[in-house]
């Protein structure tokens, strides 16, 4: 806890606030004071707090609600709360009390008695604070762990794992490998002493011990490289190549992953450091055990949430021309629209269609006429911003959207694309195909446009002008 003592009041009568704070203020607390619930989590997640003042009614917020999301959170359970309401005090101090608040004040109450509760509870606080931390063993390192780990990525795992390990044991050396039983090779994927370290490839030759926790799936302790025998040919290595090997002690402990992947995490000391021991064999195991699950839970989350974006990317796509379909078009525009509106800003549309396309097809048959809308899908893509969006319409048919793009722009746009279509070969090989576009150009906001369906309607309308026009050109 801080000198100055941190509190945050959440009340809804300002007045009320405004004295409680100006009496805690005036005995040396730091005061927050919040007038509604929304958003309260978050305040407390955003800074230390000693002490929660809650009332229990709130506009748009339940305060024995809000108590127990405090009380639930991992992360601020922690925090006294002290509730303060108008409601009977039989009822709000059980209820309250029951969901884990510290002590319950009537209003209106009286500022001694007041202040006594709140340097009460933050004596305790303060108290239970310091028999955390002077209580924090290895095992409850690995229920910190596990928590800070649940939801992270694996890469992001694998290096909180060693640099934990690493200082939890005060060693120097910490690393977590991946490898195949009976291979010559592993991976290491994450390294304390050299964060850097990416799917650095290492001989296993020269790491015995690593083979050894891989081949019998057993954890394997090393108090003295120097002296024991299953180093007896590495070290007959070492000193013909003059390697001066700073490891003095090592502990190799094997997992396997929900994937069947093998892996070792791997633990050295030097000459400065204290040997490893069975204390730190066990310590270390739990941590294993407590990462595997939570390693197994990321591959387990990043898969499911790959096969879901997988999944929407299909259902999204014309899987001719890989821009979107109609039917995710019809999504895309109602959300342009309104961001339009909302933010006053302008929306271009842009419908482009293969000019004479029948004959491409009836000339050299649909294949080639798949290739020409493939190629058109690809042109179109390549030209656009990351906000905008192309869409196969139907057919030969594209349409473009143009977020924050006015009639000027969408024009400039149009003379673009135009001119790359003319000048592209679409084909293969010898089968050259000159192909020319047509485009209509219609823009939100305007007086003929009410919603998507119109906007679409009025592009439509000046491509057939585009069209009757002679085709290869745009018209607005």
């Not at 090997?245 to 093998?262: E, G, H, L, N, Y």
Request: charged share 30%; aromatic share 6%.
């Amino acid at each position: 806890m801080s000198l100055a003592p941190k509190i945050l009041v959440a009340d809804d009568d300002q007045a009320l606030t405004r004295t409680l704070s100006w009496i805690l203020k005036e005995n040396d607390y730091e005061v927050v004071t919040v007038t509604s619930g929304e958003h309260l989590l978050d305040r407390l997640r955003g800074d230390q707090y000693d002490l929660l003042l809650l009332d229990i009614m709130m506009p748009g917020a339940d305060g024995l609600q809000l108590l127990e999301r405090v009380k639930g959170d991992p992360t601020l359970r922690h925090v006294p709360v002290l509730m303060i309401s108008s409601m009977p005090p039989e009822e709000a101090t059980v209820r309250a009390l029951g969901l884990g608040a510290a002590d319950f004040i009537s209003k209106p109450f009286r500022v001694r008695e007041l202040l006594a509760r709140v340097k009460a509870h933050l004596r305790v606080g303060r108290e239970l604070n310091q028999a955390r931390a002077e209580a924090r063993t290895r095992s409850e390192m690995v229920d910190i762990l596990q928590e800070v780990t649940a939801s992270l990525k694996p890469e992001e795992i694998y290096h909180i794992l060693v640099r934990r390990v690493a200082r939890g044991l005060k060693i120097s050396k910490c690393s977590l490998i991946f490898a195949t039983p009976g291979e010559e090779e592993a991976t290491v994927v994450a390294s304390y002493e050299n964060p850097m370290l990416r799917n650095l490839r290492i001989g296993l030759n020269r790491y015995p011990e690593i083979r050894r926790a891989l081949d019998t799936r057993q954890t394997v302790l090393v108090t003295d490289v120097a002296t024991d025998p299953l180093y007896a040919e590495a070290r007959t290595e070492w000193e013909q190549e003059g390697w001066q090997v700073p490891t003095r002690s090592a502990i190799a402990i094997p997992f396997v992953m929900k994937d069947q992947r093998a892996g070792v995490f791997f633990l050295r000391t030097t000459a400065e450091d204290t040997p490893l021991n069975h204390s730190d064999v066990a310590f270390a195991e739990q941590v294993i055990k407590a990462a595997s699950q939570a390693l197994d839970k990321a591959y387990d989350l990043e898969s499911a949430v790959l096969g879901r974006e997988q999944m929407k990317a299909l259902a999204e796509t014309d899987p001719l021309t890989e821009t979107f379909n109609r039917r995710a078009l019809a999504e895309k525009l109602v959300q342009e629209m309104e961001r339009a509106n909302r933010y006053n800003t302008v929306l271009a549309c842009l419908m482009v269609d293969v000019d004479n396309f029948k004959h491409i097809n009836d000339a050299h048959g649909h294949m080639v006429g798949d290739g020409v809308l493939r190629q058109l899908g690809a042109i179109l893509r390549r030209e656009l911003r990351t906000v905008d969006i192309v869409a196969r319409y139907g057919g030969e048919e594209f349409v473009v959207l143009l977020p924050e793009t006015a009639a000027s722009g969408a024009r400039i746009f149009a003379e673009r694309i135009l001119k790359k279509v003319a000048a592209q070969n679409f084909g293969e090989g010898d089968r050259v195909v000159h192909v020319t576009i047509s485009v209509g150009i219609a823009c939100y906001p305007d007086q003929r446009v009410t919603d998507g369906e119109s906007l679409l309607q009025l592009a439509d309308q000046n491509l057939y002008k585009a069209k009757l026009d002679g085709r290869n050109r745009y018209r607005d």
